[in-house]
């Protein structure tokens, strides 16, 4: 149990497109979902917060327009980069927080994207 | 939310058990540890977490004491296949106080035949 994809695992894309990833929980509803950007030989970095039918909550230094998250349903969560530039080139990775009612919640991540723009 | 420390890198043979020790000192009453495996180019994946005392599941084992001040992650007969990044992650994971995990550097685990 407590699985997450996302899609696509591996995308390069021209300087100046927008790509659009998508996190998913599949076996559990996660109201709260998370993007984390982890460069080479680094640790992961907390970009946003995603919570269903709400805007996401951004960390500092993030721009939330150039990261548009929509976490539109209980198990899909979608991260764009808009206008994608080399700097953006990175480990994308999501992670999603189960629901334990008295217990503790968990999060379980996805296989993470690696985005190469050119 | 509480910081933790842990060694930077250790070595192992396979079949050895291996102990990684994180400390955070400034843990606080509502925080549980909870402890990532990541492989390159792949997410972190669960290992186990805990609040006090000792933890055990089919991977691991957890030995936090009592002061909660530190925790100890114990990899029994590790093979090859457990050469890896571990995190140690500490924060409130129960309902409206939950906080987001923060990953610190890990430690590079290097299991060799």
């Known amino acids: 149990g407590a699985v997450v994809s996302q899609h696509p695992s591996r995308v390069i894309c021209k300087s100046g497109t927008s790509v659009k990833i998508e996190c998913r929980s599949l076996?559990?509803?996660?109201?709260?979902m998370f993007w984390y950007r982890q460069f080479p030989k680094k640790s992961l970095m907390l970009m946003a917060t995603?919570?269903?039918?709400?805007?996401?909550?951004?960390e500092q230094g993030v721009e939330k327009d150039k990261f548009l998250i929509n976490h539109a349903s209980l198990t899909l969560s979608t991260l764009t980069v808009t206008s994608a530039h080399p700097e953006d080139s990175s480990f994308y990775i999501c992670?999603?927080?189960?629901?334990?009612?008295?217990?503790?919640?968990?999060?379980?991540f996805g296989p993470g994207t690696r985005l190469t723009v050119l | 939310l509480a910081k933790t420390t842990q060694p930077i890198s250790m070595d192992s043979y396979e079949g050895q058990e291996v102990n990684i020790t994180c400390s955070h000192n400034?843990?606080?009453?509502?925080?549980?540890i909870t402890w990532y495996q990541q492989f390159p180019s792949q997410g972190p994946r669960f290992i186990i977490q805990?609040?006090?005392t000792k933890v055990t599941n089919e991977v691991a084992s957890l030995f936090i004491p009592a002061d909660r001040k530190s925790s100890t992650l114990s990899l029994p007969r590790v093979s090859l296949s457990d050469t890896a990044v571990y995190y140690c992650?500490?924060?409130?994971?129960?309902?409206?106080?939950?906080?987001?995990?923060?990953f610190g550097k890990g430690t590079m685990l290097l299991v060799s035949p």
């Open positions: 992670s999603a927080r189960t629901l334990a009612g008295e217990s503790t919640d968990t999060q379980y």
């Open positions: 076996d559990f509803q996660a109201t709260t």
């Open positions: 995603s919570n269903e039918g709400s805007k996401a909550t951004y």
């Open positions: 400034n843990i606080a009453t509502n925080d549980y």
């Open positions: 805990g609040y006090k």
């Open positions: 992650l500490v924060g409130d994971l129960r309902g409206s106080g939950y906080s987001t995990l923060t």
